[in-house]
């Protein structure tokens, strides 16, 4: 059985850490977003060195385990845990976003692009008004899988005392000495947030294929 006095003797410790890692993955989740479709259609503009530039800035982060980027800002660049963290989700998140829209992008027929710019649309507007929102309702669900990646790998933190849940967890268990208990809870916690945003995804999927 589950001893309920640890999670409520330490109530103010999991909320913290639930908390920041909230904060933490918010943050994060527009950063990626924005930067993956930066990076996405510089892979497919028609100037080659762009696609050379987008391309190995996927590859590289894609390879490379996160812990090594979270390294990177804070042992690197001197930055605290919670910032050092932050950056790196995002940079290493963007990566798959990426690829994921630049996927719906590729997707979208073509002759859409021509008919857009004979109309008089420049390139920016035809890909804003025009790609962008079909590739997004095509990838919704690898999108989706990303952002609950995310919120999964936001744990990454606490090696760098980011001050979030799993933090706060190590904490209560070096404190009370126990660990099943301790991180049973702080499963639980992230449940909180993964379940409601597959939910959200699911619904949102289901919601974009009735309009289409």
């Known amino acids: 059985m589950l001893d309920f006095s ?55 982060i894609r390879n490379i385990p996160l812990l090594i980027i979270v390294f990177f800002f804070f042992l690197g660049l001197r930055l605290d845990g ?11 998140t963007s990566s798959f976003i990426a690829e994921a829209i630049r996927a719906g992008i590729l997707s979208v027929p073509k002759g859409q692009m021509e008919a857009a710019r004979s ?19 095509i990838v919704i669900p690898p999108l989706g899988n990303q952002f609950i990646n995310l919120v999964k790998n936001s744990s990454i933190l606490s090696v760098v005392a980011g001050l979030d849940l799993m933090y ?17 809870f702080v499963a ?6 993964t379940i409601p945003l597959s939910l959200g995804v699911g619904y949102l999927e289901k919601r974009l294929a009735k309009s289409n």
């Open 6 to 60: 640890i999670l409520t003797d330490h109530l103010d410790m999991y909320l913290e850490g639930f908390k920041i890692t909230i904060t933490a993955s918010l943050i994060a989740l527009v950063a990626s977003l924005v930067i993956g479709i930066l990076i996405a259609v510089i892979r497919i503009v028609p100037f080659k060195p762009l696609n050379a530039l987008g391309a190995a800035y996927v590859e590289f």
């Open 119 to 137: 109309s008089g649309l420049s390139y920016v507007q035809t890909m804003r008004l025009i790609i962008l929102p079909q590739a997004f309702k």
């Open 82 to 92: 919670l910032m050092a963290g932050t950056i790196a989700l995002s940079i290493y």
């Open 188 to 193: 639980i916690f992230y449940l909180l947030l």
């Open 168 to 184: 706060q967890g190590d904490l209560i268990s070096s404190r009370t000495f126990v660990v099943f208990d301790v991180y049973i």
